[in-house]
Nanobody
Framework: QVQLVESGGGLVQAGGSLRLSCAVSGIIFSINGMGWYRQDPGKERELVAFIGSGSNTYYADSVKGRFTISRDNAKNTVYLQMNSLKPDDTAVYFC????????WGKGTLVTVSS
């Protein structure tokens, strides 16, 4: 069963940066596409960024040009570099395979103050 442990969240001022990490185990990481998702209270979880096994990427329009997803197959880890953060980016961030399955980690909270 896949296990996902997100880290790197925190409180940051608008315009600041954070780098999220997600350690993955229980799957053959290198052959799986991975996604970063986020959820605001009262809202549905949304896909923020995706990286395929061939390192092809996709970004939601709301984060394009500000966020960068990457992966290290040797470390079974996927990253999300978040720059120029906005208050609207405040959410709990999760990683999962793509398409996502029902096995979610605890996520990491990102709070962006104005």
């Amino acid at each position: 069963q896949v296990q996902l442990v997100e880290s790197g969240g925190g409180l940051v001022q608008a315009g600041g940066s954070l780098r999220l990490s997600c350690a993955v185990s229980g799957i053959i990481f290198s052959i799986n596409g991975m996604g970063w998702y986020r959820q605001d209270p009262g809202k549905e979880r949304e896909l923020v960024a995706f990286i395929g096994s061939g390192s092809n990427t996709y970004y939601a329009d709301s984060v394009k040009g500000r966020f960068t997803i990457s992966r290290d197959n040797a470390k079974n880890t996927v990253y999300l570099q978040m720059n120029s953060l906005k208050p609207d980016d405040t959410a709990v961030y999760f990683c999962n395979i793509y398409p996502a399955n029902s096995n979610w980690g605890k996520g990491t909270l990102v709070t962006v103050s104005s």
